[in-house]
């Protein structure tokens, strides 16, 4: 409890600000009174104090501390403040005129002229005071913090003049300016603050105006303008930074008022997926989820996002017991309120699932458990088709025993068409959930995406490593491109899909245009206040083991069709014959225990005949690097 002393402190600024509200309302009252009759040629004088003073002041009074005009801050007084003692005025107005015709029945010493004045020179009276502390105090922070940042803003629109607000508010910058490329803009002022151009005068102006930061307030900007506004600010050779979008600020990724680093994301990415919020809410509010390789990038992400979106409880299935603790000690720390159960195990063991399942009775489990590293697994088959095929065919059954309502696969796009370990081992998890499928049995679906920005073993984190390195940047090819996502955007996809309720469907995002890899590393370089080639190099390494120059996807049988969401495919799933693929799912666990790799290749290429490995080079196979597929059946990609 707070003590006497620090509670009369607190009451008594606002004593202050109740006393000078009072003293404005008497000042109206008062001298409205002396303008109507000092027409008169005589005219009595108003006493300083009447019975008809104070029940005005009682009334208007009362008015104010109902409408809570004392909980504002004069340091921060705006628009809405005007507006709310505005209110106060007119329903003021109301209280008088009530309360002295109770008084006095014929309210005859009160002019009719007063009455509509009133509330307009009452709001200036408390008004302008407000007002006037405010800029004075932002003059104030102005002159006295002399280390503060002379800040160039880019975007004169909502975001920008927000920002100026922010700024004074912490004190720490000053803005000296707005650029923007609206003609409308040109000249005009924004709380005090000049437009003086457009964007792509931030070279010439940024110098004469002395900033020593740019900030991009265009949050709504798609991916090319953002790279244009960039190159913009690189010119300049002063630092930039950019203001979070709404949607990181909702979902807690930035906080209001931030200025943080231009992401790769921003400069790659597609126009932000907008979820439909009522459907995912409706389907996850108060439900119990599991999820496997809860520790990971995808499944850490995917936890967080079912906590903030109405989940009760989350079991978390993870093997690696430092993701386990990182993970569940983050979610009791943001999401106390939710029931948070680790289980630290294989989830490739069936004793770990039932434990797990029992323990947690989920209505949907996520299956995020993977290895997903391409050349890795080119030379892992082993350890590719135990933990992606076969650990998924021990969840799913699991799940399926256990009467879960929504079991969801995570794959990817290399599942399509596959050419290498890690896409034929997804699609055979694939195949796997759709035989295990019942008509009146858990729902299996399917969720593909392609490359997700900053995962764990993305090119992402290596190209940053390599550029804080110093370079070279290593590049597969010139040409190969890649699709990409945030890992937001990905777990977003995921519970949108299984809010959507379709049985044993396929699901991808519409993800736009494939990015050029070389275009990605050298954006990242220039983020990094670096210039490609010339401050950091990039080489050219040639295409690893297993890998495409082009992603695709989409199967040409799979007949994809446009879904309630508009950013959300649904794939036909072929058709999955269960006796043939049960027979090679035993035999591949008969190879996997022996650890019988050419066995495992047999068996892939015969299960998936769409499954076309590249030829391995001589040179790599006699190393031991790689799985040597038969070259008869080969194709080049």
């Known amino acids: 409890m707070l003590k006497w002393k620090d509670r009369a402190s607190m009451a008594l600024p606002r004593l202050a600000v109740v006393a000078h509200d009072l ?86 010493q ?57 700024l004074r508010r912490a004190g720490a910058y000053i803005p000296v300016g707005f650029l923007d490329d609206a003609a409308k803009l040109r000249g005009s002022r924004l709380q005090g603050i000049p437009v003086l151009g457009r964007v792509e005068d931030v070279a010439r102006i940024a110098p004469e105006t002395a900033a020593q930061l740019l900030v991009i307030a265009m949050p709504s900007v798609d991916a090319a303008t953002m790279r244009t506004v960039v190159a913009q600010c690189e010119r300049t050779g002063l630092p930039f930074r950019t203001v979070p979008r709404l949607d990181d600020m909702l979902e807690g990724r930035s906080l209001p008022g931030e200025l943080k680093e231009v992401a790769i994301e921003d400069l790659l990415g597609r126009k932000p997926v907008t979820p439909d919020w009522k459907a995912i809410r409706g389907w996850l509010g108060g439900r119990s989820v599991l999820v496997t390789g809860a520790g990971g990038s995808i499944g850490g992400e995917l936890c967080r996002q079912c906590a903030r979106h109405g989940a009760a409880c989350i079991a978390l299935v993870e093997i690696d017991e430092l993701a386990l603790i990182k993970a569940e000690s983050e979610l009791r720390r943001d999401f106390p309120q939710i029931r948070c159960i680790p289980v630290l ?150 519970m949108q899909s299984v809010a959507i309720g379709s049985r044993e469907a396929i699901y991808t995002l519409d993800m736009g245009e494939p990015v050029p890899i070389r275009l990605l590393a050298e954006q990242m370089i220039r983020l990094a206040g670096k210039q490609p080639e010339r401050d950091v190099a ?21 007949r994809y069709r446009p879904t309630v969401h508009p950013k959300i495919l649904q794939a036909e799933a072929r058709s999955v014959s269960r006796e043939k693929l049960q027979p090679a799912l035993i035999r591949l666990r008969d190879a996997v225990t022996v650890f019988d790799t050419d066995e495992l290749a047999r068996l892939l290429r015969e299960t998936l005949p769409e499954f076309r490995p590249a030829v391995v080079a001589p040179e790599r196979e006699a190393a031991g690097t790689v799985v040597a597929f038969p070259a008869r059946q080969a194709r080049k990609t």
């Open 110 to 166: 009160v002019p009719r002229s007063m009455l509509l004045l009133y509330p307009l020179l009452l709001t200036a009276l408390l008004g302008m005071p407000r007002l006037l502390y405010r800029a004075f105090k932002d003059h104030q922070i102005a002159r006295t913090d002399t280390a503060a940042l002379r800040v160039l803003i880019l975007g004169a629109g909502q975001a920008g003049e927000t920002l100026v607000r922010d």
């Open 538 to 558: 990039i080489v050219y390494t040639g295409l690893r083991p297993g890998e495409k120059l082009h992603e695709t996807l989409f199967h040409a049988d799979e």
């Open 345 to 494: 195990g294989d989830c490739g063991d069936a004793a770990v699932m039932r434990h797990a399942l029992g323990l947690s009775n989920p209505d949907a489990v996520f299956h995020a458990a993977a290895y997903k590293q391409v050349p890795v697994l080119e030379g892992q088959l082993r350890e590719a088709v135990r933990n992606n095929v076969l650990a998924t065919e021990t969840v799913a059954q699991a799940a399926a025993a256990a009467k879960v309502g929504t079991f969801v696969l995570i794959s990817t796009d290399k599942a399509v068409d596959p050419v290498n370990v890690l896409g034929a081992t997804k699609r055979l998890a694939e195949m796997v959930c759709q035989a295990l499928a019942e008509p009146e049995g858990t729902h299996f679906v399917t969720v593909r995406f392609g490359n997700v920005l900053d995962s764990a073993g993305s090119v992402v984190p290596l190209f940053r490593e390599q550029i804080r390195n110093g370079g070279p940047v290593t590049v597969t090819d010139p040409e190969v491109t890649r699709y990409f996502m945030t890992i937001p955007e990905a777990c977003l996809l995921i």
């Open 23 to 108: 003293a404005m309302v008497w000042l109206c009252w008062s001298a409205l009174h002396h303008f109507r009759y000092a027409m008169l040629p005589m005219f009595p004088t108003p006493p300083l104090a009447s019975v008809e003073m104070l029940l005005v002041l009682g009334a208007q009074g009362a008015v104010f501390w109902q409408v809570g005009l004392y909980r504002g801050v004069w340091r921060f007084a705006s628009l809405p403040d005007l507006v709310n003692i505005l209110k106060a005025a007119l329903i003021g107005l109301v209280a008088i005129m009530l309360v002295l015709f109770a008084f006095d029945r014929r309210l005859d």
